[in-house]
């Protein structure tokens, strides 16, 4: 029997997490937050896929059946490579199933505006996943780089100061903006204050990632029935871990383990 495993570079996966573990918390989680490396997004992109690929190999060296890339920067220059190399294991990414929503809904045939780090957009993961499933019409994607929000979430700023932020890159937005993907992990921890100041559609690929994992499992019950049922959730950190509880305690509040364990990373 095994475990989920999700995969960030910081305190983003946090939110994930707290969907999946809403919409399935009967399931065994193994969570590795890689807060020494991170931010990923300043990174050549072979640094980044070997320290995705090294967190990956140690999930599977830890009884996780399936590991969850939770991570946008980290899954765009891995995912395609590592399903490829490890074809019998299985690696999901957070990416796809927003992607998926925006083509099956009459989102498709809109402007798409996306929040995402440099390393994210220069990937091109979003253009490679749309011509994937919709090869009708040329995507016409727009980006606005926030590496600032990254830092923000990793230090906890003061709530004045994250609206300021968010009101900030919203203005570099058109007015008529009816759509907008939150392109990292760490920007759907502020999604209350994304919802604050706009008022059309926000597409959260953490929540996007839950719901659609419920369509994955009943797809592949040969996977669901190898997943241990014990309620239990294991947290990894390459971070001080007095750091990493503090933090958690403000993004998670109801707290659901007692301790929180140190990786040692190279």
């Known amino acids: 029997m095994g475990k989920i495993g999700f995969f960030d570079s910081g305190f983003g996966w946090l939110q994930t997490m707290k969907y999946f573990h809403n919409l399935y918390p009967q399931y065994d989680y193994i969570f590795l937050a890689d807060n020494k490396n991170c931010p990923f997004w300043n990174k050549a992109w072979e640094e980044i896929q070997k320290i995705t690929f090294d967190a990956l190999n140690w999930f599977f060296d830890n009884w996780v059946e399936i590991a969850i890339i939770a991570c946008n920067t980290a899954a765009a220059y891995s995912i395609r490579k590592r399903q490829n190399l490890y074809p019998n294991k299985k690696t999901l990414s957070i ?12 989102n498709a045939w809109l402007s798409i505006w996306i929040m995402a780090t440099q390393a994210t957009i220069t990937s091109d993961i979003y253009n490679d996943l749309y011509y994937r499933f919709w090869w009708k019409q040329k995507p016409d994607f ?49 999604k209350d204050y994304f919802s604050k100041l706009f008022s059309w559609k926000i597409i959260d690929p953490s929540l996007n990632s ?37 933090i958690w305690a403000k993004i998670w509040w109801d707290k659901i383990v007692s301790k929180f364990i140190k990786l040692e990373s190279s």
């Open 210 to 246: 839950a719901v659609k994992f419920t369509e994955y499992l009943q797809k592949h019950p040969e996977i669901e029935s190898k997943l241990k049922k014990d309620w239990k959730t294991d947290f990894y950190t390459t971070w001080d871990t007095g750091v990493f509880d503090e």
């Open 142 to 190: 727009h980006f606005i780089m926030a590496p600032k929000l990254v830092d923000m979430v990793e230090s906890w700023a003061k709530e004045s100061e994250i609206l300021g932020e968010v009101k900030k890159y919203l203005n570099m937005f058109p007015k008529d903006l009816q759509t907008l993907v939150l392109g990292c992990t760490h920007f759907s921890v502020y």
């Open 95 to 106: 990416t796809i199933p927003w992607v998926e929503e925006i083509i099956l809904s009459e």
